[in-house]
């Protein structure tokens, strides 16, 4: 049995929203055929998106949304995707399958998106091939109302007024793709792009500008940026971080078919987002210990081997409850430093990666990660309410995960399982609930998946293996599951 206590916070540390972020990159399926829908499909809406998506979408009531990349940002002109639809120039999407690029879908079509969906909106500017300058008049034809040609240009565009744009990233992956610079080179230009990223219109919600942080492990970088930028300059420092099972880029295991040793090494691996954070957030105290540059995850998840039959560059993959639990897990790693990680943006929404949804014709399903996402919308905006007691190792994982937050006198509770093996935890809630009034579970064996031929096969269902005596909750938690029980 494993005793964990809650006990109201000491300290004030209350969840970010914004770390239930998503991205959405021009890349395989995920704007054509995910967000948006071609002519012919029975599920367009008459602006053009996708109507099943975005109905699924809008039930998550995602915080924050990041486009048009990734690499693909890049290669991204932003004048190549306003005016009218036909005139739009077609280019070459190099970095992601040597497709044409249409650019049907461009700066209008996403702050719409951004308007259905509720979120706010993260621009990603094109340093790679881009300019500066090209960078300052998207944003001032993003958020400005003076009267100058690119605002114009905007009106005839048919926006009248300007758009909120809370979040900006300057470069992404420049020690990669977006660059190949070295850190010092990187925060050299940084000191300049950010100097005229003017946003015009932030009056009552300063523009975060997120300098490009490091590649996982990377620890020189953040360093070094953090000793080369200065206080001001930057609001936000990225970390990408994806789960690779093996370890190994050019055989990164199956999406669905995985032995036990994989599936726990998959665990393992999502779960050194735990040191990752710990070990950047350290460095970033030694120059801000006010923590006033947040550290925002903006690409994280699981990437495995492209599914068969798909083109190698789409990245589709299936998504079981193997992904469940790293979504869990993760999220509660983010809750357990709220105090630096202000927002994280999984890889990527539809048919790119750990999706929440993936689409074939005019069919969709909700995979298991988008369920833990729904499962676990109490926790934004809440207060973190402190955990205390022993939790075992089982198989080099922790034999339970487990966050409890509180918001207008309801807590939260979330439990995850990662191992193969069922445990039972009891949790001291005497001190601020005294009965569960709901609770859910997503389980099943860790390969089972939605298909769209079975798109329920694995849906939350409700939860009874518990009980509630003076003051203590027993739950009974099976192998490989995410519960969440309401408490009042
Ligand atoms: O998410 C897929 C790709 O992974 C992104 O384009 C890039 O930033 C990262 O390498």
Redesign the pocket.
Known sequence: MINLNITAAAEEHIVPAAQYGH?A?H?GRCIYDGFWAEEGCTKRSPEGYRTDVLEAMQKLHIPVLRWP????ADDYHWRDGIGAPQQRKRRLNA??GWVAENNRFGTHEFFRLCALLGCDAYLAANMGSGTVQEMAEWIEYVTSDFDTDVVRERRANGRESAWKLPYLGIG??VW???GFMTADHYSDLYRNWQHFARNFNDMDRPMMKIACGPNAGDYHWTERIMARVDAGMMQGLSL?Y?TVPTGNWDHKGDAVEFTEEEYLQTIRSALFMEELITRHSEIMDKYDPEKKVALIVD?WGT?YDVTEGTPEAF?YQQNTMRDAVVAACTLHIFHRHTDRVKMANL??TVN??QALILTEGDRMVCTPTYHVFDLFQPHKDALLLDLAGEVPVVDGLPAVSVIATKKNDSVCVSMCNPTLTDHAVTLDIGTVAAAVQSAQILTGDCHACNTFDAPEAVVPVAFTDYSVAEGKLTVSLPACSVAVLILQ
Do not use: D, K, R
């Open positions: 991205f990159e890349l990349g990734g690499c693909f970095t992601w992404n992956e990669g793709g977006g990408h994806y690409e990437w990245l890889a990527q790119v990666l």
